[in-house]
């Protein structure tokens, strides 16, 4: 699939995992043309990638050209005059729309529309008349900001609605609209309720909004106060523990950061997958970061929890900073570290008011809370009496690291030896996991062979050939262009898994479509069926052209099995040096 609009992630190859949220809104994108689709908020705190899944979901639909027009936009932490904001708004709408329309991305980079007047030059060369009168409409109230953003606001739903096409309006941090857009050029007079300019514009069904929030407090008390029925929720939840192994492996590979096996299903469940806590792990300034063993994947989360660099602190302290500078009061921090303490259960302003001696009235502390609340660094329970701590073992070690000694004491060594503690109770769940069949096994045998089609085998062509059987006469290894395990895209809305594709960058040599099984039973036959179909789709899927199956199974092969292998032209190999260190493969 092409990127056409650059993703923040950097390598499209990090995106990872979010299976399920893609079949969903990819499904939900599918039912604009017919009406049904309600205007969406994903709701989720920072750095747990909904800008990823955004903006993937803008390139997929781009792509498709299918019959919805993506457009994105992002609200921006930074203070803007309604006027110059209006103008941004319409002229990246433009400018995506001509894009699209043309399948030229150049719009979407250095050719985007610079000013009113380009776009009006833009449209004109490109055939677009009809949207010249909303440009010069735009032109003749510059400085009449309010009319300005009417023009904008309402342009791709007008635009939807004229042409009988269907658009999808992506705004990331939505929140951010009532902080940041001001009446008057100074920037004095702020827009407290500019997101209720949309109460009437979200309900069309043609030009459906999907907006995310970070603030999650924020944008859902907006959302509820200004824009009441008009979005439908969607919390954006953690990685499914497959996703999160999946993620670790995947960033090992390009982060050129090695991970011990063993140390990968515990890493997925200390950060409780948590794209954000595993990113950061990786990227940790933490100089003695080594996550082939327990103590430096331990020493490594440490840092990052209650170092002043560490980037997961950064964040949580974002939060907590806000909240403590409205909330402005020791009190706000003995709530949270009491919520913290108690958060497998909710917990009544009552009792907080009894166990905390916080001597302040109950209208008090429920004003507080609120406060706390939006700041997202505690959840309002199931009724507006109740309340409870985040459900999140990092960020409460990380609250306290900051704050609990200045209330009643602490020793952060507190914190080491508890999660040396949850180490070792993960340790004893995992040995279950790591079972003779466990898919972790498998995945990791994947990261190894993967590494070595990545790094040595085409260095080493002699030595790697001879570990398969049954190559083609011609085969040697390529320096591939990318080396992965696949899954079809849901552009094709087909669910093919492939352990391993290593695509030739040079058409003349051979790619690789690679089965592995890392477990105490052989290959079989059905099996070997079933992967040559897979195989069959992936190479229509992606226009695979010359190429080589092979399968690599550590404990061999049934002796039908390898009669359908030789007699089908698959390659195979159980040479166990696939799973060994690359130093200690040496030539036979």
Not at 164 to 184: L, S, T, W
Not at 499 to 515: M, N, P, Q, T, W
Request: aromatic share 12%; glycine share 6%; with cysteine.
């Amino acid at each position: 699939m092409r990127i056409w609009l650059k993703e923040r992630i950097g390598n499209p190859e990090l995106f990872t995992g979010r299976k399920e949220e893609l079949t969903y809104f990819l499904n939900w994108i599918e039912r604009i043309k017919r009406e049904i689709s309600m205007s969406t908020a994903i709701l989720s705190r920072r750095k747990t990638g909904k800008t990823a899944i955004m903006q993937r979901l803008y390139n997929i639909t781009f792509h498709k050209d299918a019959g919805v027009i993506p457009f994105y936009f992002e609200i921006i932490e930074t203070d803007h005059w309604l006027g110059n904001f209006a103008e941004d708004f319409f002229l990246s709408f433009i400018s995506q729309y001509v894009a699209f329309k043309t399948r030229n991305n150049a719009y979407l980079t250095f050719g985007r529309a610079k000013n009113l007047a380009h776009a009006l030059e833009i449209c004109g060369k490109e055939g677009l008349d009809f949207l010249a009168d909303p440009i010069r409409e735009m032109q003749g109230r510059d400085g009449d900001a309010d009319f300005m953003w009417e023009i904008a606001r309402n342009m791709p739903l007008n635009v939807a609605t004229y042409t009988d096409e269907y658009i999808v309006q992506i705004i990331d941090e939505f929140q951010f609209i009532n902080r940041h857009i001001y009446r008057d050029r100074s920037c004095k007079d702020r827009i407290a309720n500019l997101a209720g300019s949309y109460l009437h514009t979200a309900e069309y069904k043609n030009a459906p909004m999907l907006v995310s929030g970070s603030w999650v407090g924020w944008l859902a008390g907006d959302l509820r106060r200004m824009l009441p029925g008009r979005f439908q929720p969607y919390y954006l939840e953690s990685l499914p523990e497959d996703e999160a192994v999946e993620m670790i492996l995947r960033y090992s590979h390009l982060e050129s950061i090695p991970v011990a096996e063993e140390i990968v299903p515990l890493m997925a469940r200390l950060t409780e997958g948590n794209p954000f806590y595993i990113s950061s792990l990786f990227r940790s300034r933490y100089p003695g970061k080594d996550f082939t063993s327990e103590e430096g994947l331990l020493e490594t989360l440490e840092f990052e929890t209650l170092r002043d660099g560490g980037i997961i602190r950064g964040i949580w302290m974002e939060y907590a900073g806000y909240a403590m500078d409205k909330a402005n009061s020791r009190n706000a921090k003995n709530i949270v570290l009491y919520l913290c303490k108690h958060r497998e259960r909710e917990v009544t302003r009552e009792e907080m008011l009894k166990k905390l001696n916080l001597g302040i009235s109950d209208s008090e502390l429920e004003r507080k809370l609120k406060i706390i609340v939006r700041a997202d660094i505690i959840e309002q329970g199931s009724t507006n009496f109740d309340y409870r701590g985040v459900r999140d073992n990092i960020f409460d070690k990380v609250f306290r690291g900051v704050y609990q000694k200045e209330i009643n004491g602490f020793d952060p060594k507190e914190i080491t030896d508890e999660y040396k503690v949850l180490y070792e109770t993960l340790k004893k769940e995992n040995r279950q996991l790591m079972g003779e069949y466990s898919h972790y096994r498998g995945k990791f045998a994947e990261y190894l062979i993967i590494d070595k089609l990545r790094k040595h085998a085409y260095l080493s062509n002699r030595v790697f050939t001879g570990m398969i059987e049954n190559l083609p006469d011609d085969f040697s290894f390529s320096e591939y262009k990318t080396v992965w395990s696949y899954s079809a895209s849901p552009i094709h809305k087909r669910d093919i898994q492939i352990d391993i594709l290593a695509v030739a960058a040079d058409k003349d040599d051979y790619s690789l479509i690679g089965e592995v099984k890392n477990r105490k039973s052989r290959f079989s036959v059905k099996e070997a069926r079933e992967f040559v179909k897979k195989a069959g789709e992936l190479k229509k899927l992606e226009n695979i052209g010359k190429s080589v199956l092979f399968v690599f199974s550590v404990n061999g092969f049934y002796k039908n099995t390898l009669a359908y292998l030789e007699r089908h032209g698959i390659a195979r190999s159980s040479d166990p040096r696939w799973l060994e260190a690359p130093k200690n493969i040496r030539d036979p």
